[in-house]
């Protein structure tokens, strides 16, 4: 059995149902889940999502969710949670392959690779670029250096022994060191997968350019239309998924705001597929939907808040304990 899953927020339902309609589309034999890192809300009509099966996060046994919820902002909890759908996922389909997929994401083409890659091996991974690139722009290789040579927007496993392993080691890093946090070589639970070549076997390194277009690879890259509407890329290669990375539908001018190399005018051939997934998210309701405040994060704002407020109302009884004490050693002093 095959299956998929992406994880976000409320706020987010609008790009999971883009991405899950597209999967869909190539492979509807699957199992999909949306893993609702939020809670339940009326505001949502979530057979958007279907025939994927919608978990919110209340399910799952997180022992640690209170203090990551008090720890992490909203992209920094979803993704720390990964590990645990994917040890979930599973537990409910133990001889499964399982591909993961950032809400971002529009498919536009079968996993065939995947799928086959994974007949032999545990891992599958896609590296953010396959050609060095090192100008006044960015993103370069400098710049993906610091963030992961892999893209965890996307990544697919079989499960094994080895695979356990794994999700054990990888759950417990991301609860510790999950933040976003460059200068302290810290990126959400991207990093983590550095040592993925190193400390366990049976990997594949899928170098396809069709698999993970993005904004950071556009210097390598290509996309077109061939003549039976299928996109390409640079000619020859079926594209299988585009990852929109920092792309925002209310400034649908710009590629991504991780990056400044390109922009429509010098990449003309990048405009019509972001036309069709600015076009299926406004169909999805992503006006709406992106304006929904995620509960955990409210929960994470109201603590720090309730946090800085008790330290400010602590600062005049340290400042009179602190008066009361020089008076008593100026007493001690002068008499």
């Known amino acids: 059995m095959n299956v998929v899953f992406t994880i976000c927020s409320n706020n987010y339902t609008a790009h999971a149902a883009t991405l899950m309609q597209s999967w869909f589309q190539y492979h509807p034999e699957t199992l999909g889940y949306v893993i609702l890192v939020d809670e339940l809300s009326d505001k949502v009509d979530y057979k958007i999502l279907a025939p994927a099966t919608v978990v919110d996060l209340a399910s799952f046994d997180i022992t640690s969710l209170d203090r990551l919820i008090e720890a992490y902002n909203i992209t920094e909890l979803n993704t720390a949670v990964k590990p645990d759908v994917f040890l979930y996922l599973f537990q409910k389909h133990p001889n499964s392959k399982i591909v993961y997929l950032d809400p971002d994401i529009l498919v536009t083409g079968t996993f065939t690779h995947v799928f086959k890659a994974l007949d032999e091996n545990d891992f599958v991974l896609t590296p953010h670029i396959c050609q060095p690139i090192d100008d006044k722009k960015g993103p370069t290789d400098y710049h993906t250096l610091g963030t992961g040579i892999f893209n965890l927007g996307f990544i697919a496993l079989k499960n094994s022994d080895q695979i356990q392993r794994f999700l054990h080691w990888w759950r417990e890093r991301v609860l510790k060191y999950g933040y976003c946090n460059l200068p302290a070589n810290m990126f959400y639970d991207q990093l983590w997968a550095n040592y993925i070549p190193v400390l366990f076997d049976k990997y594949h390194i899928l170098k396809h350019p069709g698999y993970n277009m993005a904004n950071w690879n556009l210097h390598e890259r290509i996309i077109s239309l061939d003549n039976q509407g299928e996109w390409k890329v640079n000619g020859t290669f079926d594209l299988k998924f585009f990852h929109f990375s920092g792309y925002k539908f209310t400034q649908p001018e710009n590629i991504s705001i991780n990056q400044d190399r390109f922009d429509f005018n010098t990449r003309p051939d990048l405009k019509p597929i972001f036309n069709v997934y600015q076009k299926k998210l406004l169909q999805n309701g992503v006006q ?24 400010q109302q602590a600062i005049p009884a340290r400042i009179k304990v602190i008066r009361k004490f020089t008076s008593i050693v100026r007493r001690l002093i002068y008499n």
């Open 288 to 311: 709406k939907l992106t304006t929904i405040p995620c509960v955990y994060y409210e929960q994470h704002l109201k603590i720090k808040e309730d946090k800085r407020l008790a330290e």
